[in-house]
Structures are given as structure tokens and as C-alpha cells.
């Protein structure tokens, strides 16, 4: 996205919740200006396969919740890599989540590093890192792609679509172009709408520019709740009452 002036980048309207998405490639962040020009969410680089852990994460992850902002981690999924140690290499940098964080996030992208392996294996291997990453944290992934991912790598599997979609594509429209399976039912739940936006509390570099489609009660429920009678922590769809 161009640079423009704060109120036409950051227009925000009642279904349409503004937040971004960092790693150490933004650098040292001012995370209270960031709170002040307006983002509600940000989901942040955690780790990147077997071993790679971002060198600003622990950072962003404590001054987001310090300034009220919604957080949630991602793990950058390297296909190539032993998929139990990609979820050990989130779960450690992690550690555990808190009521109100979002859910993890598989970032699947870079398609030529997936050319060798078959479809089916190709979602095998996200299946199992979803899996092993709930059995670990206690909550359902989100899977961020683009819609030309979903076509040519994932053949548009119905496998995926339990997953809540984070969708990455730029363009001038209205709305995304959303692939199959999702196209059929949920659509979109989070758009990744620009690569190259300007915020105060970010300095010279660029960011990732988000749309939620909800308010910030509909990002809630999205969340870790409070324990329920059972022990539960998942988002607010099991019918348990809070303690």
C-alpha cells in the first residue's frame, strides 16, 4: 500500500476490525503508538521450521498484551522439515497461551518448496502440525495462505476447510478472492489486504496490513476463554459457563 494519510489507511468500519502482522523485520516497535494509530490485533513471527525462533518475538508478544492489543503467534511452515519438530519449535517459543490470545497460526506459502511432495502428503503435513499444535495449546490453528496456494498447492483439499482462513491477497477490490473449500462455506476470516504499510510506532519499514470480518466481540470469541467446568479453554463454541 502506498503511503497515505492515517484516515484513508486506516479506515475502519463495523465488520471490518483493522490489526497487522510483524517479525523481526519491523524491527524495535513502539507498541504504544501502534495501539494509538489504531490496530486491534497482531499476530507475530514466533518460529520458522525445525529451529528458527524470531529474535523479536518475546518482545512483541509481551508489549502487545501490555498495551491491549489482541495478540496471536505464527510458525513459518518449512515443508521440508520434520513436521513434529516444527510443532515442538512453536509450542516452545510459545509456551503456553492466556486467555484472550488468538489462535496459532501455519503460514503455508513459498510453493516451490512443496513441488516434490504430493498433494495428499502436502496436507497430511499441515494436518499434522494443526493436530499436534491443538493437542499442545488447546485450541484450533488458523491457516494463513493465498488464494493461488490453495489452487495449485493444496488442489482446493476439503480437508482445510474446518480451519479458520487467513487469507493473503492484494488488490484494489472490495473484497479477497476466496479459493475453494472455503469459497462454499466460512469464506475469509482474516484478510491480509497489503504488504507495504506505513504506521507510526514502525518507523522506515513496512507492514503487513490486516482486515478482521467482525467487530472486536467476534475477534473475542476467537480467543482463549476462560476455563469452563470441564477444563475447557477452547474458543466459545463447547456451551461451557465460565467460572
Known sequence: MSKKKKSSALAATSDRLFGIDVSHHQGAIDWAKVKAAGVNYCFMKASEGSTYKDSRFDFNWNQTKANGIIRGAYHFFRPNAPVSRQVDNLVAKVGKLEV???PPVLDAEVPSSWTRFSVSKRVGMIEEWMVGVE????????????????????????????????????TSRSEPRVPA????????TFWQ??????L????TNTVDLNRFKGSVEDLMKLTVQPRG???CTCPCTCGNTTK
Open 100 to 102: 484472550g490470545d488468538l
Open 200 to 203: 507510526d510506532g514502525i518507523g
Open 135 to 170: 493437542e499442545a495449546l488447546g485450541i484450533k490453528p488458523i491457516l494463513y495462505l493465498s488464494p493461488s496456494f490453495a489452487d495449485d498447492v493444496l488442489r482446493n483439499a476439503a480437508e482445510m476447510e474446518k480451519y479458520i482462513l487467513w487469507l493473503a491477497h492484494y
Open 229 to 231: 467446568g470441564d477444563g
Open 181 to 188: 473449500p472455503w469459497s462454499k462455506s466460512s469464506g475469509w
Open 193 to 198: 489486504y497489503s504488504e507495504s504499510g506505513k
